[in-house]
């Protein structure tokens, strides 16, 4: 575990966020995964690649099914689920609390 990386990392699971670069540029997607260890996060129905299933049986045909790939935190802006804009976050320790707060409107997020 490194303590360093978590407290970083301003993006949890179920967050929505934009893509700000990469060929999924400027779309909007829900978190599924965030990979702390290596910064990264998998969004879903965002940087796609084809993986190929192989038949459970023999006589069944592979299939080809899309999964996200991840993506490095730094390529995503939280969207703020209460201005609705993609923001800054920032963290504030309030009564020995620490909490996520968006930039633009000020509130706990
Ligand atoms: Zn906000």
Redesign the pocket.
């Known amino acids: 575990m490194n303590y360093k990386n978590i407290t970083n990392m301003k993006i949890h699971k179920n967050d929505q966020v934009l893509v700000i670069s990469g060929k999924d540029r400027a779309k909007t997607g829900k978190i599924l995964r965030v990979l702390t260890s290596e910064n990264t996060v998998l969004i879903e129905g965002i940087n796609l690649k084809k993986k190929h299933l192989k038949p459970k049986r023999s006589g069944e045909k592979g299939q080809i099914v899309q999964v996200p790939a991840p993506l490095h935190a730094s390529n995503v802006k939280l969207i703020?689920p209460?201005?609705a804009?993609a923001?800054k976050s920032g963290y504030k320790i309030e009564k020995g609390k620490k909490y996520r707060f968006?930039k633009?409107?000020?509130?706990e997020?």
Request: aromatic share 0%; glycine share 10%.
């Open positions: 703020c209460k201005c804009k923001v968006c633009k409107c000020g509130q997020i």
